[in-house]
């Protein structure tokens, strides 16, 4: 089955970019998701790309995805205090089914 | 309107105790999962409903039974409690037909802590 790895911690300084990476398995995974968890919150998505793009840029939000490499990260410029918070990779699994597979979460810490 | 919601937020009960956590969606999805959130923020599938049918069962206890008397609710009955079922379950759903890019969406999560 599917597995997603990614660092645990990533500690930036306020204004700084953030780059969060992720690896996984399955080569047949088609979307790829990153999802933000604030304290006492659920999971929010915050953006996808899908297996046949290599960017995606949403505001602050860039997604880079190497496919050959199965390497996928997430760059948030200009970091906020605000984006202090556990940020979750998560891939489909399988080529005909719709299962998410998590990484277990990379919390990320701005330094005022 | 809260799309994916959950009741209770917070559940504090002693061990050996029978509970129960529902969730409702107000989305139209066709498929709703339970998934368990440990201290380290680790998260595991337990169950995954399709159309009121059981499509995942990962391997938990089987003091766990989740119900889906419809489409829109998915609850998780817990028999015996143990101190290690402490955790925040969290509800998600999905529609894939709909697009494979809005991912799930989830509920704010349920604290359960077992004294």
């Known amino acids: 089955g599917e597995d997603v790895e990614q660092s645990l911690f990533l500690s930036v300084r306020e204004g700084d970019s953030s780059v969060i990476n992720c690896t996984y398995t399955?080569?047949?995974?088609?979307?790829l998701y990153w999802y933000k968890q604030e304290p006492g919150a659920g999971l929010q998505l915050l953006t996808y790309?899908?297996?046949?793009?290599d960017m995606k840029q949403d505001q602050r939000l860039t997604v880079l995805l190497n496919k050959k490499d199965k390497h996928l990260s997430l760059r948030i410029a200009d970091t906020q205090t605000g984006d202090s918070a556990i940020y979750f990779c998560?891939?489909?699994?399988?080529?005909?089914?719709?299962?998410?597979?998590f990484g277990k979460g990379t919390k990320l810490s701005v330094i005022p | 309107d809260t799309a994916v919601s959950q009741t209770p937020k917070y559940l504090v009960t002693q061990m050996g105790n029978d509970k129960s956590i529902k969730c409702e969606q107000n989305?139209?999805?066709?498929?709703m999962y339970w998934y368990k959130q440990d201290s380290k923020k680790f998260l595991k599938i337990m169950f995954s409903y399709n159309n009121k049918e059981l499509i995942i069962n990962e391997t938990v206890p089987n003091r766990f039974s989740p119900k889906s008397p419809d489409k829109a609710h998915l609850n998780l009955h817990i028999n015996s409690l143990e101190l290690g079922d402490s955790a925040v379950y969290f509800c998600?759903?999905?529609?894939?037909?709909?697009?494979?890019?809005?991912?799930?969406?989830f509920g704010s999560g349920t604290r359960l802590t077992v004294v």
């Open positions: 989305l139209g999805h066709d498929t």
């Open positions: 998560a891939a489909t699994s399988g080529a005909g089914s719709y299962q998410l597979t």
């Open positions: 399955d080569s047949s995974s088609t979307y």
């Open positions: 790309i899908f297996s046949n793009m």
């Open positions: 998600a759903s999905s529609h894939p037909a709909r697009g494979r890019e809005n991912g799930y969406t």
